[in-house]
């Protein structure tokens, strides 16, 4: 079975800093989808970023940017020029390719920005 | 606007009672999820639905049922037979397939027991 590992239970970052959400996971497949979301105060879940397996390039969304190395299981999450409103959970996801149905989650990251 | 709606935000209910949760879809997306939030964990998930009048059982079913008679409605009913069931409760859902398998969510409910 798949699993998402999230091994920073809480993280802290100067605003306007960088930093980098780890995250790994541990499949079979060699085809899958890779998410971030971000969990706010107010709990609504929001896609922050997508990756597709096959693809070799890092997707990158404004400030938000992954390292994706398939070879070592790891989806790292990158944010640059930290803002105050970054703060959330953030959570790392996997869902199959091949099968159609659930997405896993890690157990998440808590982001503290600091002023 | 399309989206995911929930209600209601805020759910108290009495030991003993069943409650529903209501989530309704405007995306026309085939494919819904509910998933249970508790302090300090992950999401887990409860039921999910690929298409209408089918469902299938996530992690952690037991003590909850659902129905899937409207693509646009997945209501959640907690029952009493689940014995800790105050907790943040998230419905989501996507196209379905390959082409649709990013997962929107709703604002989610937070259900209390009293």
């Known amino acids: 079975a798949q699993t998402v590992t999230q091994s920073q239970p809480e993280m802290s970052v100067q605003e306007a800093e960088t930093v980098t959400l780890s995250c790994t996971y541990d499949?079979?497949?060699?085809?899958?989808?890779l998410f971030w979301y971000k969990q706010p105060p107010s709990r609504q879940m929001i896609l922050v970023i997508r990756?597709?397996?096959?693809?070799?390039q890092n997707a990158t969304e404004n400030r938000f940017s992954v390292n994706f190395q398939k070879a070592a299981k790891s989806f790292s999450l990158k944010i640059s020029d930290s803002q105050l409103g970054d703060a959330a959970m953030y959570f790392c996801?996997?869902?199959?390719?091949?099968?159609?149905?659930?997405?896993?989650f890690g157990k998440g990251t808590r982001l503290h920005i600091l002023p | 606007d399309g989206g995911i709606t929930q209600s209601p935000k805020y759910l108290f209910r009495k030991e003993g009672q069943n409650v529903t949760l209501s989530c309704e879809q405007n995306?026309?997306?085939?494919?819904m999820y509910w998933y249970r939030q508790d302090p300090g964990q992950g999401l887990r998930l409860i039921y999910y639905?690929?298409?209408?009048?089918?469902?299938q059982k996530g992690d952690i079913a037991e003590g909850y049922s659902v129905s899937r008679e409207k693509k646009e409605s997945f209501p959640l009913t907690v029952t009493s037979a689940q014995k800790n069931p105050t907790a943040f409760y998230l419905c989501?859902?996507?196209?379905?397939?390959?082409?649709?398998?990013?997962?929107?969510f709703g604002p989610g409910t937070r259900l209390t027991v009293l």
């Open positions: 499949t079979s497949e060699s085809d899958y989808y």
């Open positions: 995306l026309n997306h085939d494919a």
């Open positions: 996801a996997y869902r199959s390719a091949v099968r159609d149905d659930k997405i896993i």
């Open positions: 639905s690929q298409i209408v009048n089918d469902f």
């Open positions: 990756q597709e397996a096959y693809k070799q």
């Open positions: 989501a859902s996507n196209r379905g397939g390959q082409a649709g398998v990013t997962q929107y």
